[in-house]
């Protein structure tokens, strides 16, 4: 089989990345740049679509299983040019999570079955672990699924599910023994969205979008063979999923873009020679440098081939605290104009208290950042608990 | 000028019983979701209500059929309508009722007309000095950020030859909307030769009042997410505690509420000052220093309301929210807190002054 990223090995950084640079300007599609809001598979998929014909959707898979197989740093590279050039974050649950999933701990099976329906675009994931009463308290998750016979019975409630109306498939942290300390008895399901009895509530979240939802289970039953790895073995499976999660949220690129975003509205609101401004500014610009250099600290490990421990945590706190304080900062310049729903009359690009608000949940999600500082103190600096 | 009525325990608590009838203290906020993202953004029988309970008054002297209160009292009821979210603009209205001609306040102050202040020509701006024209009583005038402005019957607006009083009905003028954040929005009039009165006396007095006034709503946003968030923190569970066990959380707490008390002891001061009747610069330092505590910590205490509670805080359904979207609006309107602080440098005296 001829290797179809193989011309990609023979250039180097540079030409790596004018290479993409290029690419994203003759194929991404205009009317996608910036978009104000994370967008709904509709709206996505010619990006999607566009994406899976080059072979370009999985950088971090390996090439074996139709990814790019790229370098951590190769990798950044493409997250920087897809950034600069404002290109939408895709639903992108399958490629982040379940790919990398299937890969490690999927059966032969599994991995044939869902990892080219990923790269083609026809399965659209979803998250399902959190409930009502299991947040940051995940391990206490009570939705269950009990075997009878071939399948797994599923009942119970998932919450938060990011995207749920458009995707097709669930991956599930379901209980499968409820007299296990809480960790042992948690497995990992695929579900297909479609299944009876499962029914699904878009809420409206604080930009005022149905970007997030409730999924109900109602006797739901799932193929016993939809099981990924060992029963009663998902939680360290999931960890390590999260873990990988918490680089991607560690990634400079949202406190980057808003960066950019301040330096323009301070230029578009005339405070932008303020001595005020550029010390604030500076302060900040310096804060993203050093984020990146440790972010780039990681990667490097990455790129050994070290696992990551509990120390990634920094990257997730201080990426997510940035991107805040960042539109914070952009709040206090913008006058009123801090107070519109819509974006800056004059200049669509410009909406600080839309970027704002898309800031606030960044310290929630993916393990809230008093989470993080939790794990930090307990299993990185080993202060007693 | 008449001294206005100290206020004493007694009228706050008779202002606040009042407020309840508008702002119900248990937070009922389906009249405000309502009322949200449409125009004219308030509800005209609540309006009424109002001119009843005599809050559009509240300045004006006895003599001329208001209250007789002073800022002290202001401050007391905006801080009741900051808790309630309360859309309407009544304070804007208030703190400009003294300054209406005999005729038309009257129809003010029992609820049937709403004359709204339009002082702003710039962004960011503190500055009622204006390029507006009145000219052998026909206005020509360009006000931006007018809040609530849809629902207004007129206009009192300030120009470089004084105030006029225009209708918003008038021939030559009009008014475009932006929706705001809160569910309100913003105004921006366009006057062109357009039929107007003259009024006698100067914006600036009730500017200032405004400015504060704005600060002790947002002290009373502060007071009511605050409340939301502790009840959520003795009841939410996880990990098998209550999640205000976990110090953290209980630091973070108190940290919030000293900025909260902070942002009270500089609005009380401020108020007190006004009403002792200061000279216009140490009035606008005490209101400076208020507005520029309460914009920040409004934002600090609505921002981390939504961090306490998680995930439920980030939907619309959950009242959370609507403090947050109410302190962005609010914290730059009349002045951010860089403004405030910028002014107060400018104005205040050196600091070795403190020290005798
Ligand atoms: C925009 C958004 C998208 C999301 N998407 C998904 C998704 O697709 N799939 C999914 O499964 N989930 C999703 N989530 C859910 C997210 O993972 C949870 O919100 C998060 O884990 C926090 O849980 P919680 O909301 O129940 O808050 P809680 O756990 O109830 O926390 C409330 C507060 O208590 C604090 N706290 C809790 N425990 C401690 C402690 N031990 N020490 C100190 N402080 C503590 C928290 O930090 C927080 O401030 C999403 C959330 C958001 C906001």
Redesign the pocket.
């Known amino acids: 089989m001829t290797d179809p990223h193989a011309a990609l090995d023979q250039l180097d950084d540079a030409g790596f990345r004018a290479l993409v640079r290029g690419w994203l300007r003759a194929n991404y599609p205009p009317e996608l740049r910036n978009p104000p809001h994370r967008l709904h598979l509709a709206a996505a998929r010619p990006w999607y679509d566009r994406l899976a014909a080059q072979g370009w959707l999985a950088p971090g898979w390996p090439r074996e299983h139709g990814g790019m197989g790229l370098s951590a740093a190769r990798q950044m590279i493409m997250i920087e040019e897809f950034e600069r050039h404002g290109c939408a974050r895709l639903p992108d649950?399958g490629i982040v999570m379940v790919g990398p999933l299937l890969i490690q701990h999927g059966s032969e099976a599994q991995r044939a079955r869902f990892l080219p329906k990923i790269l083609s675009g026809d399965h659209i994931w979803?998250?399902?672990?959190?409930e009502p009463n299991?947040?940051?308290?995940?391990a206490s998750l009570r939705t269950e699924a009990v075997l009878e016979g071939a399948h797994w019975v599923v009942n119970g409630q998932?919450?938060?599910?990011?995207?749920a109306t458009d995707a097709n498939w669930i991956f599930l942290l379901a209980r499968t023994d409820k007299t296990a300390r809480k960790q042992d008895g948690i497995s990992f399901l695929l579900v297909p969205m479609d299944s009876p009895g499962i029914s699904v509530r878009p809420i409206v979240?604080l930009e005022l979008q149905d970007?997030?939802c409730e999924v109900f289970f109602d006797n739901v039953r799932v193929p016993r063979e939809n099981l990924v790895g060992a029963v009663n073995r998902g939680w360290s499976m999931a960890k390590a999923l999260l873990g990988f999660e918490r680089i991607f949220l560690g990634s400079p690129r949202q406190s980057a873009y808003a960066l950019a975003r301040l330096r323009r509205l301070a230029e578009h609101v005339g405070v932008a020679e303020e001595a005020g401004f550029i010390e604030r500014h500076t302060r900040l610009r310096l804060d993203l440098a050093d984020h990146q250099a440790l972010y780039e600290v990681f990667a490097a490990r990455l790129r050994r081939g070290e696992v990551l421990g509990a120390e990634v945590s920094m990257l997730k706190l201080h990426q997510s605290e940035l991107f805040q304080r960042i539109t914070e900062a952009m709040l206090e310049i913008a006058g009123e104009a801090a107070g519109l729903l819509e974006p800056m009359a004059g200049n669509r690009d410009l909406h600080p208290s839309g970027l704002f608000i898309q800031a606030r949940?960044t310290s929630?999600?993916?393990?809230?950042?008093?989470?993080q500082r939790?794990i930090l103190a307990r299993d990185v600096l080993r202060l007693p608990g | 000028m008449t001294t206005p009525i100290p206020l004493d325990d007694e009228a706050i608590r008779l202002l606040r019983d009042s407020a309840a009838a508008i702002a119900p203290p248990g937070g009922d906020f389906r009249r405000i979701r309502a009322l949200r993202y449409h125009l004219p953004g308030i509800d005209p029988a609540v309006w009424r209500q109002i001119g009843e309970l005599g809050w559009l008054g509240l300045r004006v002297a006895e003599a001329a059929g208001g209250a007789g209160l002073g800022v002290q009292a202001l401050c007391a009821l905006a801080r009741e309508l900051g808790a309630g979210l309360v859309p309407e603009p009544i304070l804007a209205a208030a703190v400009i009722a003294p300054l209406l001609p005999p005729a038309t306040l009257a129809a003010v102050l029992d609820g049937t007309r709403i004359i709204l202040p339009a002082w702003q020509e710039r962004a960011n701006s503190l500055d009622a000095a204006s390029a507006s024209v009145l000219h052998d009583g026909r206005l020509s005038a360009h006000k931006v950020f007018v809040p609530m402005a849809a629902c207004a019957h007129g206009f009192l607006v300030s120009t470089r030859d004084g105030l006029a009083l225009l209708a918003a009905d008038a021939e030559g003028v009009s008014l475009t909307t932006e929706p705001t954040q809160d569910g309100g929005h913003f105004g921006t009039l366009r006057a062109t030769k357009a039929l107007s009165t003259p009024v006698a006396g100067a914006l600036g007095p009730a500017l200032e009042e405004a400015t504060l006034a704005t600060a002790a709503y947002l002290l009373g946003v502060m007071d009511r997410v605050f409340a939301l968030t502790l009840d959520y923190l003795r009841t939410?569970e996880?990990?098998g505690r209550k999640?205000g066990s976990?110090q953290?959380?209980q630091h973070r707490a108190a940290d919030l509420h000293l900025q909260i008390e902070l942002t009270r002891a500089s609005i009380d001061a401020a108020a007190a000052t006004l009403d002792a009747g200061a000279s216009a610069t140490v009035a606008a330092c005490a209101v400076s220093r208020a507005k520029a505590r309460a914009a920040e910590a409004a934002l600090l205490v609505t921002r981390q309301a939504i961090?306490?509670?998680?995930?439920?805080a980030?939907t619309d359904e959950y009242d959370a929210g609507l403090f947050l979207r109410k302190a962005m609006v609010l914290a730059n309107l009349h002045g951010s807190a860089a403004l405030h602080r910028a002014r107060y440098a400018r104005l205040a005296p050196p600091e070795d002054a403190d020290d005798d």
């Open positions: 649950h979803c998250q399902g672990y959190s299991a947040g940051s308290d995940l998932k919450t938060w599910t990011t995207l979240n970007e997030f949940p929630i999600y993916g393990g809230s950042n008093e989470i939790n | 939410r996880q990990f999640i976990f953290a959380l961090q306490l509670h998680g995930g439920i980030y």
